[in-house]
């Protein structure tokens, strides 16, 4: 995949943990929220403030319940 972004001339973003464990995952959480936060920001959207969110949540916990 990143040879045909590359061939494309396509951008990507390519990272590299040094370990899967937990320390690492949480690190790389803590980068993509930060990059969401980011992006709204410069998009000027609300990303602390989405409806779609919350209804997701709603539908999939009333889902969970059926059982």
Request: charge should be positive; charged fraction near 30%.
């Amino acid at each position: 995949t990143i040879k045909a972004l590359e061939d494309a001339k396509r951008p990507y973003v390519h990272l590299k943990i040094p370990k899967n464990d937990e320390y690492n995952l949480g690190k790389l959480i803590f980068f993509f929220e930060s990059l969401t936060c980011l992006m709204g920001n410069i998009l000027n959207i609300d990303t602390f403030n989405q409806p779609g969110v919350e209804l997701g949540k709603k539908y999939a916990f009333e889902w969970l319940k059926k059982d």
